[in-house]
Protein backbone atom coordinates (compact mmCIF):
# COMPACT_ATOMS: atom_id res chain seq x y z
CA UNK A 1 0.00 0.00 0.00
CA UNK A 2 3.05 2.30 0.23
CA UNK A 3 2.96 2.68 -3.36
CA UNK A 4 -0.74 3.99 -3.70
CA UNK A 5 -0.19 6.69 -1.49
CA UNK A 6 2.86 7.73 -3.17
CA UNK A 7 0.71 7.57 -6.40
CA UNK A 8 -2.36 10.14 -5.06
CA UNK A 9 0.26 12.05 -3.54
CA UNK A 10 1.93 12.56 -7.24
CA UNK A 11 -1.47 13.04 -8.28
CA UNK A 12 -2.62 15.92 -6.21
CA UNK A 13 0.76 17.70 -7.08
CA UNK A 14 0.43 17.67 -10.77
CA UNK A 15 -3.26 18.77 -9.89
CA UNK A 16 -1.44 22.05 -8.23
CA UNK A 17 0.76 22.24 -11.00
CA UNK A 18 -1.94 22.86 -13.57
CA UNK A 19 -3.81 25.03 -11.78
CA UNK A 20 -0.86 27.21 -10.68
CA UNK A 21 -0.51 26.51 -14.81
CA UNK A 22 -4.17 28.20 -15.60
CA UNK A 23 -4.13 30.89 -13.17
CA UNK A 24 -0.71 32.25 -15.01
CA UNK A 25 -2.53 31.92 -18.68
CA UNK A 26 -5.25 33.85 -16.58
CA UNK A 27 -3.81 36.66 -15.44
CA UNK A 28 -1.40 37.11 -18.85
CA UNK A 29 -5.01 36.57 -21.01
CA UNK A 30 -5.94 39.07 -18.29
CA UNK A 31 -3.31 42.04 -18.88
CA UNK A 32 -3.23 41.54 -22.88
CA UNK A 33 -6.42 42.55 -22.96
CA UNK A 34 -6.51 45.02 -20.71
CA UNK A 35 -3.79 46.47 -23.14
CA UNK A 36 -5.71 45.97 -26.12
CA UNK A 37 -8.31 47.72 -24.60
CA UNK A 38 -6.63 50.98 -23.83
CA UNK A 39 -5.05 50.38 -27.23
CA UNK A 40 -8.70 50.73 -28.65
CA UNK A 41 -9.37 53.49 -26.57
CA UNK A 42 -6.59 55.74 -27.45
CA UNK A 43 -6.77 54.61 -31.17
CA UNK A 44 -10.92 55.95 -31.00
CA UNK A 45 -9.39 59.20 -29.41
CA UNK A 46 -6.92 59.57 -31.71
CA UNK A 47 -9.54 59.43 -34.60
CA UNK A 48 -12.11 61.79 -32.79
CA UNK A 49 -9.03 64.19 -33.22
CA UNK A 50 -8.01 64.19 -36.59
CA UNK A 51 -11.53 64.52 -37.69
CA UNK A 52 -11.62 67.62 -35.59
CA UNK A 53 -8.82 68.94 -37.14
CA UNK A 54 -9.83 68.08 -40.61
CA UNK A 55 -13.32 69.51 -39.86
CA UNK A 56 -11.93 72.98 -38.65
CA UNK A 57 -9.61 72.91 -41.79
CA UNK A 58 -12.93 72.13 -43.74
CA UNK A 59 -14.98 75.07 -42.16
CA UNK A 60 -11.69 77.52 -42.93
CA UNK A 61 -12.22 76.49 -46.84
CA UNK A 62 -15.57 77.21 -46.52
CA UNK A 63 -15.69 80.50 -45.17
CA UNK A 64 -12.88 81.06 -48.09
CA UNK A 65 -14.95 79.99 -50.89
CA UNK A 66 -18.15 81.72 -49.23
CA UNK A 67 -16.21 84.86 -48.68
CA UNK A 68 -15.05 84.96 -52.19
CA UNK A 69 -18.50 84.82 -53.43
CA UNK A 70 -19.99 87.00 -50.97
CA UNK A 71 -17.38 89.65 -48.74
CA UNK A 72 -20.54 90.50 -45.94
CA UNK A 73 -20.65 86.30 -44.93
CA UNK A 74 -20.13 86.30 -41.26
CA UNK A 75 -20.32 82.43 -40.35
CA UNK A 76 -22.64 79.75 -39.77
CA UNK A 77 -23.18 77.04 -36.98
CA UNK A 78 -23.27 73.23 -36.47
CA UNK A 79 -22.20 72.41 -40.39
CA UNK A 80 -23.04 69.05 -40.50
CA UNK A 81 -19.98 67.03 -42.60
CA UNK A 82 -19.52 63.51 -42.17
CA UNK A 83 -19.82 61.90 -39.00
CA UNK A 84 -18.95 65.30 -37.32
CA UNK A 85 -19.86 69.25 -37.61
CA UNK A 86 -18.25 72.58 -37.88
CA UNK A 87 -18.40 76.43 -36.81
CA UNK A 88 -17.60 79.18 -38.32
CA UNK A 89 -17.31 83.24 -37.77
CA UNK A 90 -15.79 85.54 -39.99
CA UNK A 91 -14.83 88.96 -38.65
CA UNK A 92 -13.73 92.08 -40.26
CA UNK A 93 -10.84 93.26 -39.44
CA UNK A 94 -10.01 96.69 -40.09
CA UNK A 95 -7.88 97.09 -43.43
CA UNK A 96 -10.83 96.35 -46.41
CA UNK A 97 -10.43 92.91 -47.40
CA UNK A 98 -9.07 91.38 -44.26
CA UNK A 99 -10.96 89.05 -41.93
CA UNK A 100 -10.35 86.88 -39.43
CA UNK A 101 -12.15 83.17 -39.62
CA UNK A 102 -12.21 81.25 -36.51
CA UNK A 103 -13.44 77.41 -36.62
CA UNK A 104 -14.45 75.12 -34.37
CA UNK A 105 -14.54 71.76 -35.69
CA UNK A 106 -16.51 68.59 -33.44
CA UNK A 107 -15.06 64.97 -34.61
CA UNK A 108 -16.67 61.77 -32.91
CA UNK A 109 -15.54 58.55 -33.17
CA UNK A 110 -17.39 54.91 -33.50
CA UNK A 111 -17.30 54.62 -29.95
CA UNK A 112 -18.59 57.95 -28.79
CA UNK A 113 -15.31 59.74 -28.13
CA UNK A 114 -15.59 63.33 -28.90
CA UNK A 115 -12.68 65.52 -29.90
CA UNK A 116 -12.67 69.40 -30.73
CA UNK A 117 -10.30 71.77 -32.40
CA UNK A 118 -10.04 75.15 -33.19
CA UNK A 119 -8.67 77.04 -35.80
CA UNK A 120 -8.15 80.53 -36.41
CA UNK A 121 -6.52 82.44 -39.23
CA UNK A 122 -6.38 85.64 -40.74
CA UNK A 123 -7.01 86.34 -44.31
CA UNK A 124 -6.43 89.08 -46.47
CA UNK A 125 -7.89 89.01 -50.45
CA UNK A 126 -6.27 91.23 -52.55
CA UNK A 127 -7.92 92.57 -55.66
CA UNK A 128 -5.78 90.34 -57.84
CA UNK A 129 -7.78 87.07 -56.17
CA UNK A 130 -5.07 85.80 -54.50
CA UNK A 131 -5.34 85.40 -50.69
CA UNK A 132 -2.66 85.48 -48.22
CA UNK A 133 -2.99 83.89 -44.34
CA UNK A 134 -1.25 86.35 -42.01
CA UNK A 135 -1.74 84.80 -39.08
CA UNK A 136 -2.80 80.78 -38.15
CA UNK A 137 -3.30 79.69 -34.50
CA UNK A 138 -4.20 75.86 -34.11
CA UNK A 139 -6.15 74.53 -30.35
CA UNK A 140 -6.38 70.74 -31.16
CA UNK A 141 -8.74 69.85 -27.99
CA UNK A 142 -10.35 71.31 -25.24
Known amino acids: MPGSRLRCGERGF????ALAYLLFLSLFAAAFLR???????????????????SLARAGVEKAIAELRRA???????DTALGDGRFTVRVEPLAEAGS???TVRGY???PQ????HAELIVDLVFHPD??????????VRAW
Open 14 to 17: ALVI
Open 35 to 53: TVRLNLADAFNDEARIEAA
Open 71 to 77: PDYRGEE
Open 99 to 101: FRV
Open 107 to 109: GEA
Open 112 to 115: RRYA
Open 129 to 138: GTIAALHRRE
